[in-house]
């Protein structure tokens, strides 16, 4: 069997953690009622700074993909899987940005904010936008709420694209039998 030709060693690490953080965060933002009344600040003050960090990992992953070819899809992938996988690709991309700035938003929204600083895992300060923080009162309760709806709505999306990425790789790799997980893989 050829082996595929592999993404760059950065572009594993960026994928593998970024893929791991979303994980994390989406359970912190599904689940954090349950984790008890004491500990719901916590969990979204972690919801925030592992949002933060995604967006930043994927800033750069962006940069590195843009710089850095990634392999060839195999050549007996048919049109439709190239096309689709190409699509789905840089889909996730642009959710994996908006998700965390939309959330970033809606969060410079809350009333609040002005009260409540935002610290990245209770490290520094993180800072809110500002132009939505200087909003009137009733507009800014109105972004806050348009925008708690929109990240929710690109959260569900990123999940569905996320089980579509999924799906496709393993569809390629234990159907097709296609080594295509050792593409993304040490």
């Not at 599904?30 to 500990?39: I, K, L, R, S, V």
């Not at 049109?79 to 690709?89: C, D, M, T």
Request: proline share 5%; hydrophobic share 55%.
């Amino acid at each position: 069997m050829i082996l595929p030709e592999r993404y760059t060693y950065i572009a594993i690490i960026l994928h593998w953690l970024i893929a791991g953080l979303m994980i994390v965060n989406f359970a912190f933002g599904e689940f954090y009622e349950a984790f008890g009344e004491d500990n719901v600040r916590f969990m979204i003050d972690a919801h925030k700074s592992t949002g933060i960090s995604v967006l930043g990992l994927v800033i750069i992953r962006l940069l590195w993909r843009l710089t850095h070819r990634p392999p060839v899809l195999p050549a007996n992938f048919k049109p439709w899987e190239k096309r689709a996988s190409h699509a789905v690709h840089w889909l996730l991309y642009a959710l994996m940005l908006a998700l965390p700035l939309s959330g970033w938003m809606h969060d410079s929204a809350w009333k609040a904010a002005p009260e409540i600083k935002m610290y990245w895992f209770g490290l520094f300060e993180w800072p809110r936008i500002t132009w939505i923080m200087e909003l009137e009162p009733v507009v800014k309760e109105q972004w806050h709420a348009v925008l708690g709806d929109v990240h929710e709505i690109l959260g569900k999306l990123l999940l569905l694209l996320f089980v579509i990425h999924v799906g496709g790789a393993l569809k390629h790799q234990w159907i097709d039998k296609h080594p295509e997980l050792q593409r993304m893989w040490r």
